[in-house]
């Protein structure tokens, strides 16, 4: 245990000090300097926050979970996020850079109305509150406290040891968000972003070998790796079943799950508000793009050691719980000195994803709420103080909040999606409908939100009774919420057409090689299904021709498309 504290202090400490150097001097008394690190974010630093603002221990603990408990269906969160960030890169991003907006809401009062834009602030805010801050530190907790094993150190319940890390790691995170601001957050995530890919990368390799040598076995790593293919083939199958709650069918791929993914990547603050940061659109969309290339090659590190863990405990009683698997196997299979330095990477995410969050709340509030109902003189200095003591007090409410998540009846990824769901598409409809339509009213977006939020809560408290997939059942209402203020559009239409007027905040010139390096990201998403599918490693007899040839056939498809598009937006 004195070599895991060791290392886990030495690189913690590195990470802390590196930040400092790299921000010192940093003007964090004005808005953009504050909020979007002065919009002087590069490719590297966005991609690179990006990638572990997402990879948070709710990925690590609950995906694992997921596919120990079911199979390699989960993955569409994960490969489907390649497709959505090309998407977010090559149309939202050049629409939010040209307006040069500083919160997703400002788009919202510029398209509707002031009171719409408060009605979407708050929101967000509340699923930061109640869902996205308190689930970040209760999986942290449980990450943390079984790579220490609190609870044998201390002699205390597995909910006492949760309730103690769940404050430690919030005090500490609160404190790196509220008093660096946006820049601290995005430096401080590539550098424990790189640390984490390593270690990630790490926990497969060794569990398995840890697997190829069990028993009287002494296969080593390719012995393991021949488990995992052979021993039980429909564990790597990612299609997933309609009618398996713990499975996420792919047909979701086209319905909810893609809606949920261009909320999460284009809308969401936290997230998105690496992209409004960018120092110009050329250095956005390559940082967006090359996250979307990460997101897709994430089920090596987030997805395959469940199913690894599978084959190492599953029937030995040691794992009462899915979610546990994922800290129980890092304690298995690493050397000392290496899970000293991978709870200092895990810590890193768990800490960038609250750290991420908390930020945007505070921009949030401060720039929606307290700058134009409560700065009277416009002291921008006053503005970001407000957003400081807002970030404070949402942080307590989390902390306190989060340990009692431990007695939720579900799986804890699939806990954090439903929940999501009240708040994630309603949001990305208004500003879907906002973009695609001119005409459409203020009121029909704040019509078309309680629309969808109460019918979702009927479906989700069982008012409603069906058997669909909660992904499905948001698909549907998003379709029939754009209809309605469609339809209200139509009857009570704007005076003015609207106008996406350009601020001039940053150059505008995109990335000339957008298209290519976006066509290959979609290509190895799509290839990741063939490879997890019954046309390759679920099936009995591995893959084959068909699958060379299915590789074949996308890979011309793709070619084509990039082609067409090639030639529609760069040749002149």
Known sequence: MGLIIFFFLLFTGLVAIVTYFKTKGEDLTTDDGYFLGGRSLTAGV?????????????????????SYAANMSVMGWEVGSGLTLVIVALLLLPRYLKQG?????????????????????????????????????????????????????????????????????????AIYAISGGLKAVAVSDTLNGIALVIGGLLIPIFALIYLGNMGANAGGFMGGLDILLKAAPE??????????????????????????????????????????????LKEGQKGLVFAGFLKVMTPLIVIIPG??????????GLVTKADAIYPILVNTVLPKPLIGFFAAAMLGAILSTFNSVLNSASTLFALNIYKPYFSKDNDQSKVVKAGKIFGTIIAFLAMAGSPFIYFAGTGLFDYLQKIN???????????????????VPAIAAKIGISFFVFFYALTQFKIINTSLHFLHISAILFVLS??????????????????????????????????????????????????????????????????????????????????????KYLIK
């Open 46 to 66: 966005i991609a690179g926050s990006l990638l572990l603002t997402n990879l948070s221990s709710v990925s690590f603990v609950g995906m694992n979970g997921q």
């Open 101 to 173: 907006i500083t919160t997703i809401p400002d788009f919202i009062e510029a398209r509707f109305d002031s009171g719409t834009k408060q009605f979407i602030t708050v929101l967000f805010l509340i699923s930061y509150v109640v869902n996205m801050l308190p689930i970040t530190l209760y999986s942290g907790a449980i990450a943390m406290s079984n790579i220490f094993g609190i609870e044998q150190i201390f002699n205390v319940t597995t909910f006492q040891a949760i309730f103690v890390t769940c404050w430690i790691i919030g005090i500490v995170g």
């Open 235 to 280: 564990k790597l199958n990612a299609i997933g079943s309609e009618g398996d709650p713990n499975q996420l069918p792919i047909a979701t791929m086209f319905t909810g799950l893609l809606l949920v993914n261009l909320y999460y990547w284009g809308t969401d603050q936290s997230i998105i508000q690496r992209g409004l940061g960018a120092k110009n």
């Open 307 to 316: 199913i690894i863990g599978y084959h190492i405990f599953n029937g030995t």
């Open 421 to 439: 769901g009240f708040f994630n598409v309603p949001i990305f409809t208004i500003i879907f409908m906002g973009y695609v339509t001119r005409k």
């Open 482 to 567: 754009c209809l309605l203020m469609y339809i209200i559009g139509k009857f009570v239409p704007r005076d003015e057409d609207f106008v996406l007027e350009e601020a001039n905040v940053v150059d505008m010139k995109p990335w000339e090689n957008r298209f290519k390096v976006s066509g290959i990201v979609v290509y190895i998403m799509l290839a990741m299904y063939i490879v997890f599918s019954p046309l390759g490693l679920a099936s009995s007899s591995g893959m084959g021709l068909n699958t060379l040839l299915a590789f074949i056939g996308l890979a011309i498809v793709d070619i084509i498309i990039v082609k067409l598009l090639e030639g």
